[in-house]
């Protein structure tokens, strides 16, 4: 049973087109990210969602338009796709405990190809 | 803003030697401090956590880590390493009232027969 799932895997498409990355949790959880690592392995936080409502934006441009219709879904829609663009995108989630920090647990990740 | 350095890009150890991975952080106040592994190919899993009490912590597949405040450090051990631990590992830390996680750079950890 796959706790956070991403669909695809992966995705290679070409520079100018819009595509979208889909996550769900079966977790139960009412906070969820999306991050991008890059091929140097650094991993930043692009948004957090609580309750569907987003709460962290980090300065990500805005061709990047995340959409949470529900609790335990977070989808990733991107425009105008760009070779910088090129990552693995991971989303995860956590249980929001006030101010306390509770384990992220992270989805498989969606390697995109831009060319 | 808060940060977190990992100074070690990649290390590589004798399988059944012992492991000190370093992260040093900077926060004004007490850090809520996470240690995750990322196998090749997957997503991140978390190894341990400190928030308050035992500076010395406990995780999963024998880990542990050291928060010392004077230091401003989380180093991860383990006392005897197994070729299945090579993996990267993140050090981070939470901010923005629990919605966010800074994470360091990585260190990839070579395991050598």
């Known amino acids: 049973d796959t706790a956070v799932s991403q669909t695809p895997k992966y995705l290679v498409t070409q520079m100018g087109n819009d595509k979208s990355i889909k996550c769900e949790q079966n977790l139960g959880h009412d906070t969820m990210y999306w991050y991008k690592q890059d091929s140097k392995k650094f991993l930043k936080i692009m948004f957090s969602y609580n309750n569907k409502e987003l709460i962290i934006n980090e300065t990500v441009p805005n061709r990047f338009s995340p959409k949470s219709p529900d609790k335990a879904h977070l989808n990733l829609h991107i425009n105008s796709l760009e070779l910088g663009d090129s990552a693995v995108y991971f989303c995860?989630?956590?249980?929001?405990?006030?101010?306390?920090?509770?384990?992220?647990?992270f989805g498989p990740g969606t390697r995109l190809t831009v060319l | 803003a808060q940060s977190v350095t990992q100074p070690d890009i990649h290390i590589t150890v004798s399988e059944g030697a012992s492991l000190e991975l370093r992260c040093n952080y900077s926060?004004?106040?007490?850090?809520?401090l996470f240690w995750y592994v990322q196998s090749p190919g997957q997503g991140l899993q978390l190894l341990l956590k400190y928030f308050s009490g035992d500076t010395l912590v406990q995780g999963i597949k024998g880990f542990e880590a050291e928060f010392k405040r004077s230091q401003s450090s989380f180093n991860l051990r383990k006392p005897s390493v197994h070729w299945s631990d090579a993996a990267e590992y993140f050090c981070?830390?939470?901010?923005?009232?629990?919605?966010?996680?800074?994470f360091g750079a990585g260190t990839r950890l070579f395991v050598k027969a």
């Open positions: 981070a830390v939470g901010e923005g009232g629990g919605f966010k996680t800074i």
């Open positions: 995860a989630s956590s249980q929001y405990r006030g101010s306390s920090y509770n384990e992220q647990f």
């Open positions: 926060y004004g106040a007490t850090p809520y």
